[in-house]
């Protein structure tokens, strides 16, 4: 169960970044936007809470962040068109595989 709380943590992770740029964008709905952002923080931290009850702190903040990182990176590229080059793909891909090892290895 710790896993899953881990990765629902990290979507929520994906959030508060998004908000804020959202916020940033919208003069009619920065308020709501901001809050949103507030929400997701608190949602990501109470699941990373959660996770961290069975799966080692280092390694849970360090998915945790990871998920956060990728997906942002992702979404900035879909939705606010931030540059894209190979450099950046591989780095985001590095930190994948470093997600995925984390995952794999014994805890």
């Known amino acids: 169960m710790g896993w899953i709380y881990l990765l629902l943590a990290g979507i929520c992770e994906i959030g508060w970044p998004f908000g804020l740029k959202m916020a940033q964008l919208s003069e009619l709905n920065r308020l709501g936007w901001i809050l949103s952002a507030v929400l997701a923080m608190a949602v990501s931290g109470v699941l990373l809470y959660l996770a961290q009850k069975t799966i080692p702190m ?16 992702i979404l900035g590229i879909l939705y606010f068109k ?26």
């Open 58 to 73: 280092g390694t849970a903040y360090a998915v945790w962040t990871g998920i956060g990182a990728v997906g942002a990176f």
């Open 82 to 107: 931030d540059p894209v080059g190979m450099l950046r793909i591989v780095s985001v891909m590095l930190i994948v595989l470093g997600l995925i090892g984390l995952k794999l290895a014994p805890t």
